[in-house]
């Protein structure tokens, strides 16, 4: 496997910006049944084995997709599940692969954002365009499947943008579980 795999992950994260799950077990518990994850991959809650089911809720693109679901002696990065949350929503997107947002009013690509080392933006609530010269709040953006601003995320690692695709049956699951609707995108570190 690629060590560009290692960088990119595929993110599902609620529509609405700023839907937090009040308890993360409830969610773990729930994505357990529905076979996407199975067991923590050490004592942190976060971090979780892809399920039995995970597969049929995530469709690999190609004819022979080389999928790693443990470490292995050659290397310790592999395809798992983390849970993100935080107090206010952030602005996740992709430093490698990146192409800029288009703004809400008039359409253009806005190359002029900050963000940090970590691809998340030092104040994410608003943006300026140049060209028009309206600031949008940073969730009416269209970010192009390369970007996400929410308070809650579900992290698929090593996954490189485009490569896989959540079922809509799974989004489908996940709107029954929390019962608001979920989208994704990619970002690669």
Known sequence: MSSAYAECSLFLSPVDTEFRISELHTLISALQDTGFISRPVDEQADSLYTGERFLEHIAYMGCS???????????????HIRL????????????????????????????SFDVDEQGEQATPDRISCESCGEASPTAEFNWRKLGGYARTFIEVTDIFPKEAIPQQSFLDKLRDITQTDWHYFYSCR
């Open 65 to 79: 997709p080389a999928v790693q679901f443990e470490a292995s002696d050659d290397s310790d990065s592999f395809c």
């Open 84 to 111: 993100h949350q935080y107090d206010e929503p952030v602005l996740i997107v992709s430093r490698k692969q990146h192409r800029p947002p288009q703004c809400p009013r008039c359409n253009k690509a806005v190359r």
